[in-house]
């Protein structure tokens, strides 16, 4: 398990810029039917018993991001609560957390985790807790309101990568149905959608939405596969393939100044939901409490749709540069759906030989 460290001033600083205070606005009265003073106070009261607690231990799936470590001193800074950071490949976090539930050990409090990850541990694992109402939780859209017990956040968006070397603009993909056009065959790179990943979120999408008569032709296309996301995006740049698709839109800042463009489709971005759960028994309950609102609060979801991710509340990406704010609030296309999981892997293997 390691500590969070605390990152530089200058990222203090713009934290405590993006920075609006929780305390005005809460709307936890009409959810509980108590007195907006009486629900003040008893939020007063889960405040002040997570700071005796002083610590949270924190499991995410969403490994590599500086945010993750940004956002924790937010809220260290925040709550005087230190956060122990564990980051971990989704399933290698589920079976750590299925190991330590079943030997009586719950060790972690909160797991930064997707919307498909989060009905296995709720229907399967029976490792989480109800999710607790919260000043934030009764803000966000809609939309992102779910059945499984899960805190969202952000949405990740994906879309389409060219060289711009080798992809003259009159022949940019302007929609994912231009994949299909003869003239890439052999020319694309494409995340496997035989796996679980951005391969098959994109294949799970399209599908429903285009057809499988699309998927086919695109099948046809002579498509090489990978596994490495990052990779692949510097083997584009390279000149080694004209496309690759699906691309996590948010790197487009690590690839500045090479010769590659991310497009936004014209259908929209098939998207995955991030969001908080609650681990079973956690050690730190009240601070689990004030991290789960902290994430939906503005100043979090400021920070991710600085990034370009899209944020579940909205009016949050207003002063963004044009190319930040055109990722960030993308139309959302299409996700999977964890009950047709099997039936759509066997599907893809199927077309994707």
Do not use: C
Request: proline share 6%; glycine share 8%.
């Amino acid at each position: 398990m390691t500590k969070t460290i605390f990152v530089t001033s200058a990222m203090r600083k713009w934290s405590r810029r993006f920075f609006l205070t929780v305390a005005g606005g809460l709307i936890m009265a009409s959810a509980v039917g108590l007195p907006v003073q009486a629900q003040d106070a008893e939020w007063q009261k889960v405040i002040e018993a997570g700071k005796k607690e002083g610590t949270l231990v924190l499991y995410t799936a969403l490994v590599g991001q500086p945010s993750t470590k940004a956002i924790a001193e937010a809220f260290t800074e925040e709550y005087g609560i230190e956060v122990e950071i564990l980051e971990a490949r989704a399933s290698e976090i589920r079976e750590r957390v299925r190991v330590e539930q079943a030997a009586g050990r719950f060790a972690a409090d909160v797991m930064f985790t997707s919307e498909g990850q989060t009905m296995l541990y709720n229907t399967q694992d029976k490792s989480v807790d109800p999710l607790p109402v919260t000043p934030n939780s009764g803000k966000i859209n809609d939309r992102f309101k779910l059945k499984v017990p899960m805190a969202s956040v952000m949405t990740i968006p994906y879309g389409i990568m060219i060289n711009t070397s080798l992809v003259k603009p009159e022949d940019e993909p302007k929609s994912w149905k231009d994949l299909a056009d003869p003239k890439w065959q052999g020319k694309i790179l494409s995340d496997d959608p035989r796996a679980i990943g951005a391969g098959y979120l994109w294949f799970f999408s399209t599908h429903d939405r285009i057809g499988e008569d699309y998927v086919k032709k695109v099948a046809g296309q002579k498509l090489v596969f990978t596994r490495d996301q990052r990779e692949s995006q510097r083997r584009t740049a390279r000149g080694e393939y004209s496309i690759y698709m699906p691309v996590i839109l948010t790197d487009f800042s690590d690839l500045k100044g090479l010769p590659v463009k991310f497009i936004i489709p014209e259908e929209g971005v098939p998207y995955v939901l991030y969001g908080n759960v609650l681990l079973k028994k956690a050690p730190h309950p009240n601070a689990a409490k004030l991290y789960l609102d902290f994430m939906q609060s503005p100043t979090v979801q400021k920070i991710y749709a600085g990034l370009g991710y899209g944020p579940v509340l909205d009016g949050m990406t207003e002063g963004l540069p044009a190319d930040v704010k055109a990722i960030s609030e993308a139309k959302l296309y299409g996700t999977t759906d964890t009950t047709r999981q099997n039936e759509m892997l066997a599907k893809s293997k199927e077309i994707f030989k």
